[in-house]
């Protein structure tokens, strides 16, 4: 019983059931068999009594962060170019930088920036944007899996609407696509390719299509964007007439879910009806309230998303998004639901400490199965987070501390599957 | 000429002039003389060339930030509580934690974390509230002037609407306030007392008469807050019929400007008229965007503050905000204003990055004096920031090179008054 990815974690331990119920066991043991969560306890059942025992005291043990959107390219852009909305700041910003990957030595000095960073965070999930070159993407994919973190990654697609530089055709993209999808499906242990489409308006109908196949042939979740900017839904109503929104331009193209598992990015300015088929669909939508913010697209209704029980998690996109830090994105998204409230709408309440914590584990996790939980079975990620160098003068309950680490990080120790990650640099 | 408050900083030297006049000069000499800016020069006059020479090589040297208003006794609940709105968060939160400031052992556990923390951060000017308590206000005091930053500090006055604990009464709070003028007033280097009542509904028209009759004959300054909260603008109305609003009622009550230099703070949701006050008496506003938007206050509009020419700096408003950074609060503003843009009113443009730096350093800083900017004459406040600790694959220019600090801080040293501040724990 001793193989090295069962053990226990002492400490104070502390995830979410529900987006209203945070549980808070002070002093327990968290075990963790063949990389899951076997369960929390106040003594060491007998049967695990041989298991090695790690003593982390006083720190919190909280399920791994989930970053459910963001894109490794233009990590090189965080906080750079804050000053523009979306379809200026792609031209300006985005699209020059990935046009730079298809370089695979910029892409190597890049990528592992962004990949030791992403150990080091809080996240040990994510679902990542590359470029549209296929070697770059192998490359990065090579890279995170190094890290020991479990992520999807896309090779991009765009066959329209996009720079000399970043444009495909519809056959070499499909080619691509192909042969990128051979070559990474079982090559790694915890990175796993997902189809990823930019947005509607960069990919014809047809290249639409295909990939829908692909991702029913190949039985592939995938990625893309919805309802970021109101220029962008626009210009979606020109591209797409025959849609009633953005939301069922995809629905039409065979790309919004159902047997497809699908993060839709954003989703700033859904309709009901829009929210309605997200619901039918099982389309998890990735709220990106930095990102929403820096390119000032607006807020997402993310208590509306609540109301009417859809999949929601949290999305850091970069470079739009200028931090890599889920626990900021968390402090984002009740910040921006705060003035959403003052603003806007005053029958949608400010989201809680408790929700946007629920949102950016289990909530972003069930994307990935069973992730983001302490719940018996759940995939065992975790981070250890020592609160004593954030000094205080007086003393505070395990609720309290979990909002202070939350809102002022420090991570200790990360686990992906059981697996200790390393935070060195 | 070798005194140890002139000297030489080598770098990438960059300050404003203006909101919209950022210089920035690479590789060249700032000259610190007696403490103050002498000037930036890209080769060494020949009466400067005997002064010590630092060279910081590749790094960003920046004028010092400037908080305009914060609560030391309220740094002990940063990152706490933050689910609720002003007037329930004073009782729930702050005035619990700020009548533990009666406990001077309390006190001083609580200051010294206080002090050195923004001895730390990139901020060299403060504008501070205390609490109500002189002795530990004195101690605040002590302890800041270790620090050797530039701090202006109050004794808190409160005699009514407040909890027991905290409720002096008005002859209490004069003699109090008058024997800590008595102790403060020429005791330190760097610091300095301010008038501080907490606001106008926790004080008496009396206390508040008495208030600036000192301010008058002590030559001081002045610092409380204004118009934060829609609730709290509609008790103030029922608390002073006789003013057409909130300002006015300062005004009135002979606390607003004009001869006592005054720091408002927050100024989220003023009329008109109040702005035109504002300009005419010469108030600073202190704009705390990350906690009007934590305490869901609403969002100031500093685009109109900025276009009427009012004088604005940034304050990090300690425990409502929940970063000392005024980096942070910089990219806030930013934030801010991009969502006020979106939701609210579109002829108000986003605050640039260019006009964010500004209120950070000269905004804020010209409350001070000469303080903020690396013109010739102002007081040698400084930061260098070592940059090259966020790695990144492309060549930046000098003002991509600000903004990304700005967005992901890194100090590497510290200078007020021309006086090197450590920055070890």
Same mark, same amino acid.
């Given at each position: 019983?001793?193989?090295?990815?069962?053990?226990?974690?002492?400490?104070?331990?502390?995830?979410?059931?529900?987006?209203?119920?945070?549980?808070?066991?002070?002093?327990?043991?968290?075990?963790?068999?063949?990389?899951?969560?076997?369960?929390?306890?106040?003594?060491?059942?007998?049967?695990?009594?041989?298991?090695?025992?790690?003593?982390?005291?006083?720190?919190?043990?909280?399920?791994?962060?989930?970053?459910?959107?963001?894109?490794?390219?233009?990590?090189?852009?965080?906080?750079?170019?804050?000053?523009?909305?979306?379809?200026?700041?792609?031209?300006?910003?985005?699209?020059?930088?990935?046009?730079?990957? #298809?370089?695979?030595?910029?892409?190597?000095?890049?990528?592992?920036?962004?990949?030791?960073?992403?150990?080091?965070?809080?996240?040990?999930?994510?679902?990542?944007?590359?470029?549209?070159?296929?070697?770059?993407?192998?490359?990065?994919?090579?890279?995170?899996?190094?890290?020991?973190?479990?992520?999807?990654?896309?090779?991009?697609?765009?066959?329209?609407?996009?720079?000399?530089?970043?444009?495909?055709?519809?056959?070499?993209?499909?080619?691509?696509?192909?042969?990128?999808?051979?070559?990474?499906?079982?090559?790694?242990?915890?990175?796993?390719?997902?189809?990823?489409?930019?947005?509607?308006?960069?990919?014809?109908?047809?290249?639409?299509?295909?990939?829908?196949?692909?991702?029913?042939?190949?039985?592939?979740?995938?990625?893309?964007?919805?309802?970021?900017?109101?220029?962008?839904?626009?210009?979606?109503?020109?591209?797409?007439?025959?849609?009633?929104?953005?939301?069922?331009?995809?629905?039409?193209?065979?790309?919004?879910?159902?047997?497809?598992?699908?993060?839709?990015?954003?989703?700033?300015?859904?309709?009901?009806?829009?929210?309605?088929?997200?619901?039918?669909?099982?389309?998890?939508? #990735?709220?990106?309230?930095?990102?929403?913010?820096?390119?000032?697209?607006?807020?997402?209704?993310?208590?509306?998303?609540?109301?009417?029980?859809?999949?929601?998690?949290?999305?850091?996109?970069?470079?739009?998004?200028?931090?890599?830090?889920?626990?900021?994105?968390?402090? #984002?998204?009740?910040?921006?639901?705060?003035?959403?409230?003052?603003?806007?709408?005053?029958?949608?309440?400010?989201?809680?400490?408790?929700?946007?914590?629920?949102?950016?584990?289990?909530?972003?996790?069930?994307?990935?199965?069973?992730?983001?939980?302490?719940?018996?079975?759940?995939?065992?990620? #975790?981070?250890?987070?020592?609160?004593?160098?954030?000094?205080?003068?007086?003393?505070?309950?395990?609720?309290?501390?979990?909002?202070?680490?939350?809102?002022?990080?420090?991570?200790?120790?990360?686990?992906?599957?059981?697996?200790?990650?390393?935070?060195?640099?």
């Amino acid at each position: 019983m001793k193989d090295e990815n069962s053990f226990i974690l002492k400490g104070n331990i502390i995830y979410s059931e529900s987006p209203t119920k945070l549980i808070c066991i002070p002093q327990s043991y968290l075990i963790c068999m063949e990389g899951k969560v076997e369960g929390v306890y106040q003594e060491i059942p007998s049967e695990f009594e041989n298991l090695l025992l790690k003593d982390h005291q006083d720190a919190l043990i909280i399920p791994g962060l989930v970053d459910l959107h963001t894109h490794a390219p233009q990590y090189a852009n965080r906080g750079l170019g804050m000053d523009q909305e979306l379809l200026h700041w792609l031209e300006q910003n985005t699209f020059p930088e990935e046009e730079k990957y #298809a370089d695979l030595d910029y892409a190597k000095k890049a990528y592992s920036i962004f990949a030791a960073d992403l150990r080091k965070s809080a996240t040990t999930r994510a679902s990542i944007f590359g470029t549209i070159h296929k070697q770059s993407t192998l490359l990065l994919m090579d890279l995170l899996e190094t890290t020991g973190l479990g992520c999807m990654v896309g090779k991009v697609n765009m066959d329209r609407n996009s720079p000399a530089g970043l444009c495909e055709n519809r056959q070499q993209s499909m080619e691509d696509t192909l042969s990128w999808l051979m070559e990474s499906k079982s090559k790694y242990r915890r990175i796993t390719p997902v189809i990823t489409p930019r947005f509607l308006p960069s990919c014809t109908d047809e290249l639409l299509k295909d990939l829908s196949r692909i991702c029913r042939s190949y039985q592939l979740p995938l990625q893309s964007h919805l309802s970021e900017n109101l220029d962008e839904i626009d210009w979606v109503k020109e591209l797409f007439p025959k849609a009633i929104g953005y939301a069922d331009a995809y629905s039409q193209l065979d790309l919004f879910g159902n047997e497809i598992p699908t993060i839709m990015a954003h989703c700033v300015h859904l309709t009901n009806e829009e929210m309605d088929l997200i619901y039918e669909n099982r389309v998890f939508i #990735a709220h990106c309230p930095t990102s929403n913010t820096n390119l000032s697209s607006g807020i997402a209704p993310v208590r509306a998303f609540m109301d009417k029980e859809l999949l929601v998690g949290l999305g850091t996109d970069i470079a739009a998004g200028n931090t890599l830090s889920i626990f900021q994105v968390m402090v #984002a998204a009740i910040q921006a639901s705060k003035l959403r409230w003052r603003l806007k709408d005053q029958d949608l309440k400010p989201l809680t400490i408790k929700e946007a914590f629920y949102l950016g584990t289990k909530g972003g996790g069930s994307f990935f199965g069973k992730v983001g939980s302490f719940e018996k079975g759940y995939e065992f990620d #975790a981070i250890v987070l020592e609160d004593n160098s954030i000094k205080y003068p007086q003393s505070l309950s395990l609720e309290e501390r979990l909002e202070r680490v939350i809102y002022l990080s420090h991570i200790k120790d990360k686990y992906v599957n059981g697996n200790c990650i390393s935070l060195l640099d």
